[in-house]
């Protein structure tokens, strides 16, 4: 069973955007923070992105701070991933990650080993 569907990969163009999308249900949605990994060839994955499900707390790598934007949907239970200004660097498999979140947790604490994963969206970008 797929409980996070992840959309939006394609090829894009140095300089260019893209948007992720994460669906999931209510009950996942309501309950966990989500994020973003990325994995690129022959790199570890690494979070790039989170979001509280409490709050406005956010986080980004600094590899991609200022350039990308992570939000959630709370009608559609949909996270997103806004990436603009694009990098040849940026060329990875990206994940949609969820963990459990209760009032007080450390937001890159609890999705650094996320309860739910995805099966990731490939962003490819070209020079």
């Known amino acids: 069973q797929v409980l996070l569907v992840e959309s939006g990969g394609g090829l894009v163009q140095a300089g260019g955007s893209l948007r992720l999308s994460c669906a999931t249900s209510g009950r996942i949605f309501g309950r966990h923070a989500m994020g973003w990994y990325r994995q690129g060839p022959g790199k570890e994955r690494e979070l790039v992105a989170a979001r509280s499900r409490m709050n406005a707390r956010t986080y980004y790598s600094d590899s991609v701070k200022g350039r990308f934007t992570i939000s959630r949907d709370n009608v559609k239970n949909t996270l997103y991933l806004q990436m603009s200004g694009l990098k040849p660097e940026d060329t990875a498999m990206y994940y949609c990650?969820?963990?459990?979140?209760?009032?007080?947790?450390?937001?890159?604490?609890?999705?650094?080993?996320?309860?739910?994963w995805g099966q990731g969206t490939q962003v490819t970008v070209s020079s």
């Open positions: 990650a969820s963990s459990q979140e209760f009032l007080g947790d450390n937001l890159t604490a609890i999705l650094s080993n996320p309860d739910i």
